[in-house]
């Protein structure tokens, strides 16, 4: 989609283009949109509690607000926005770069964006409805248990919704990559972006099942009284911290696998060299997404699971960091004798090496068993984990939007604004967290509204929240940027000199991505024709008819029928009326369903001689 | 991506001088659909899987009210397991007449697979009605309450899915004959009704069997 054509179309034909859409590149960026409203919602959120926290003893916020901006920016920002954005970039490059022409099931990824839309758009309108949820991120029983009003309950089928449509992606992106990779690209010449999302959907594939079956657990005792967190009744709240981590600590891996995967993208495009140790990177992606399933265990190391448990999880921890440290030293060794050039994603990369390494430093302090009996709560955790997730996820979306923005709205950033913005950010996000972690190690305990004067925290504080804002700056200056960029002149193809795929289709990206077939000969598909051929991808077939998938509103309808039904759910507690919105949402729904099943769709031709008329 | 393949992703009749192989591959979207549905029964795995732990850990916290010796018998169970395990073998045999591009056969098979998976169901049911009326036994009793109509019921809720699925597909389909379209789609049903009778050898193992002996 691009600018020029959205201009001669009417609004209301671009929308509802968009809400009928099956084609990848256009749910990426609905995911993108999405992603990024939910990443200023809760980028305000922190600058909020940061601005509680300015002053000792502050009351800029009530202590039942505080709780409900901590949760809500918690999880925002994982489930809502740093995944999703995630997933933008992934559903729109992945196919490029593996030279396909749409994912394996169109019609689901549909489903998969909106049930994510609509389950954010849950969770967020509980702010109008009675106060947002309050029990933290980790939404530990029986504080979430006891929560009183709808606020968890908004969390649990807000989070139900997003993360059966993050499932789905998570299926559709594997069967993707198995099945659709176009000749000659094996799994080996696969650029790593794309080996981190497979790697990536098969974290999702096997960990979101395990919270979706806790989210069921939590709404049953919520809402229909059962007893799975009630110790009266024989309960155990310690099964909701498992479930809940073993996702949760997956899913750190989930936000940070596809970063590293952009990183060692925009490292050897700006070093002009190929990536060091491709297989070893190919490699380590794997181990670490091993090595993070067996690793939950390091959140409750005080929940007292007895010595031999803490110990083997204590090991497990300190083992990622080995896989991690082969990517750090191929990423510099990448850069080593290259010639490299400064620009706005690379700046981005060379930022995130440092950070990302304080970050994993500081995860092997808190792997330490002993050490986390000290460390557990504080905020010195609080430091680590922004350390890896901005440091990491954030850097890497950020780079990712910089370095992928001309190929997915055919308009260059500007790349002065983007060197601001990233100096900004960079000194910000080092200011806001580097100080945190003295603050944790002096004892100050993350989640509290207030801290008292005189213990030393007061001037850590101040600095924390000063950083905040240049961050905030930083994110208003890309803002900016976003909207000037829609003024200038359309971006020439391949702007950066890249080495892969997506960089050899016209810009704008035609809907059926590639006219010919491209033919794979080894790994930085581009670079080698560039090098070696005339810079052109060789056609691996002759032109032919391309088949496509139809548009469909089913995904739309179904996800809101699903959503009418969650909101049945939640106000069935308040009397019968409730019940009636869950059998009309249901009922929708599953009337969607059934008519997909009714009706055939078997998509439509591009005849061969429309497409002789396009350019290459 | 081939030509052939390409333009293979529309619905053929089945030429039964050539036919495919497998009518539920011979199209890129049936190929699709055959590795979707195990990738999905992978998450699916870990869905049961966490269930399952729930179940362990909170199988001995009756709170007083009945256990696992009060209530399980295996009369019940041993029918609702032949039942359920010959569903799956009436669905291979719907499998074999599709890849033999007998229609009539496979739909037969299919409704006796649908007919035996309605009967456990209708056991299901009376289990459950059994343990509520005659125990007071229910899911707000206890925390095992709690995890044994839960666990059992997901399962319960995944036949009924599938049943429905089964009916849709069956009435959809019953005038058409069999094409590469409509094939894969019973396929998948095949290998989805499958994974739900191997989560019940485990329920049926790791609820009833332990729950027996304590």
Redesign the interface.
């Known amino acids: 989609m691009s600018a020029t054509t959205t201009q001669k179309r009417g609004l209301g034909t671009v929308i509802w283009d968009y809400m009928t859409t099956v084609d990848h590149k256009k749910v990426g960026i609905l995911y993108l949109l999405f992603g990024g409203i939910f990443f200023l919602m809760a980028g305000v959120q922190a600058l909020l509690i940061r601005t509680q926290l300015i002053t000792p003893e502050n009351d800029f916020v009530s202590a039942g607000l505080y709780n409900e901006l901590i949760t809500m920016h918690g999880t925002n920002m994982l489930f809502l926005a740093a995944m999703p954005l995630f997933f933008g970039l992934m559903n729109y490059v992945m196919p490029l770069q593996i030279g396909a022409?749409d994912l394996?099931?169109p019609f689901l990824n549909g489903v998969g964006v909106w049930l994510f839309i609509f389950g954010g758009l849950l969770m967020n309108s509980s702010w109008f409805f009675g106060g947002a949820p309050d029990a933290g991120w980790t939404n530990y029983a029986p504080l979430s248990t006891q929560s009183p009003g709808h606020g968890v309950n908004f969390y649990v089928l807000g989070l139900q919704l997003a993360g059966a449509g993050t499932?789905i992606s998570?299926?559709?992106f594997?069967?993707t990559i198995?099945?659709?990779r176009?000749p000659g690209m094996t799994y080996m010449r696969m650029p790593l972006f794309s080996w981190t999302t497979l790697v990536t959907s098969i974290l999702i594939?096997?960990?979101?099942?395990?919270f979706?079956?806790?989210l069921?657990?939590m709404q049953?005792?919520r809402m229909?009284?059962?007893?799975?967190f009630?110790i009266?009744?024989?309960?155990?709240s310690i099964?909701w911290q498992?479930?809940f981590w073993?996702m949760g600590h997956p899913e750190v891996y989930i936000l940070v696998l596809p970063a590293f995967g952009i990183f060692s993208e925009v490292i050897p495009t700006f070093s002009k060299k190929r990536l060091f140790g491709y297989t070893a990177m190919v490699f380590a992606t794997f181990l670490i997404a091993f090595l993070g399933f067996m690793v939950w265990a390091h959140h409750m190391f005080t929940v007292g699971l007895g010595p031999v448990a803490n110990a083997l999880f204590a090991i497990g921890t300190m083992a990622i960091a080995v896989p991690t440290g082969i990517k750090i030293f191929n990423w510099l060794l990448t850069m080593w004798g290259g010639s490299i050039k400064i620009t706005t994603p690379m700046l981005y990369a060379l930022g995130f090496i440092p950070s990302f390494t304080i970050g994993g430093m500081t995860g092997v302090m808190l792997g330490s068993t002993v050490a986390d009996y000290q460390f557990h709560d504080t905020y010195f955790v609080v430091a680590h984990f922004h350390y890896v997730i901005i440091g990491g996820s954030v850097f890497g979306i950020l780079a990712a939007v910089h370095y992928w923005w001309p190929l997915m709205f055919n308009r260059m950033l500007s790349e002065k604004l983007g060197k601001l913005e990233f100096w900004l950010f960079f000194t910000g996000f080092h200011l806001t967290f580097f100080i945190q972690h003295f603050l944790g190690l002096m004892g100050m305990p993350r989640r509290y509204w207030v801290f008292l004067e005189n213990q030393e925290l007061d001037l850590g504080n101040l600095i924390s929240t000063i950083g905040a804002y240049l961050m905030g700056i930083a994110v208003i200056v890309l803002l900016i940027n976003v909207v000037l960029s829609y003024f200038k002149e359309p971006a020439p193809r391949d702007p950066w000199d890249g080495r892969t795929l997506e960089w050899a289709v016209p810009n704008p990206t035609p809907y059926y991505n590639f006219k010919h077939?491209p033919l794979t000969r080894g790994l930085d598909p581009l670079w080698i024709e560039k090098m070696e051929g005339d810079g052109k991808i060789k056609p691996a077939?002759p032109l032919?008819?391309?088949?496509m998938p139809y548009g469909s509103i089913l995904p739309f309808l179904m996800s809101l029928g699903f959503t009418i039904a969650s909101f049945g759910f939640i106000y069935q507690l308040d009397g019968p009326h409730g019940r009636i919105l869950i059998y009309i949402g249901m009922a929708f729904a599953i009337g969607c369903m059934?008519v997909r099943?009714?009706k055939?769709d078997?998509?439509y031709?591009i005849p061969k001689e429309v497409l002789e008329k396009e350019d290459d | 991506?081939?030509?052939q393949e390409?333009?293979g992703?529309?619905?053929h009749k089945i030429n039964p001088n050539k036919a495919p192989i497998d009518p539920s591959r011979a199209t890129?979207e049936g190929?699709?659909k055959h590795?979707?549905i195990w990738?999905?029964l992978?998450?699916?795995t870990?869905?049961f899987?966490?269930?399952f732990?729930?179940y362990i850990?909170?199988k001995n916290?009756?709170?007083g009210g009945p256990t696992t010796q009060d209530l399980y018998g295996l009369e019940l169970v041993f029918l609702m397991t032949l039942l359920l395990l010959t569903s799956s073998l009436t669905s291979v045999y719907a499998i074999y007449h599709m890849k033999n591009n007998n229609f009539k056969k496979m739909q037969l098979w299919m409704g006796i697979t649908g007919l035996l998976g309605l009967a456990f169901l209708a056991c299901e049911i009376y289990e459950f009605a059994h343990y509520i009326t005659d125990y007071g036994f229910t899911?707000?009793?206890?925390?095992?309450?709690?995890?044994f109509y839960?666990l059992v019921g997901f399962h319960g809720g995944h036949v009924i899915f599938g049943l429905s699925?089964l009916i849709?597909?069956m009435m959809?389909n019953a005038k058409r004959g069999l094409d590469t379209?409509n094939a894969p789609k019973y396929n998948t049903f095949a290998l989805y009704w499958h994974f739900i009778d191997v989560v019940w050898v485990f329920i049926f193992t790791v609820v009833y069997l332990m729950g027996m002996v304590g």
């Open positions: 022409r394996a099931f499932i998570g299926i559709n594997i069967a198995v099945l659709m176009g594939l096997f960990a979101f099942p395990a979706t079956i806790a069921f657990l049953f005792d229909f009284d059962t007893a799975f009630d009266a009744l024989g309960g155990n099964i498992h479930l073993i077939t077939e032919h008819d391309l088949h059934i099943s009714l055939d078997y998509g031709n | 991506m081939s030509h390409t333009i992703r529309s619905a890129p190929k699709y590795l979707g990738i999905f992978g998450s699916e870990v869905l899987a966490s269930l732990g729930t850990a909170l916290s009756t709170a899911f707000r009793s206890s925390a095992f309450g709690s995890a839960t699925w849709v597909l959809r379209y």
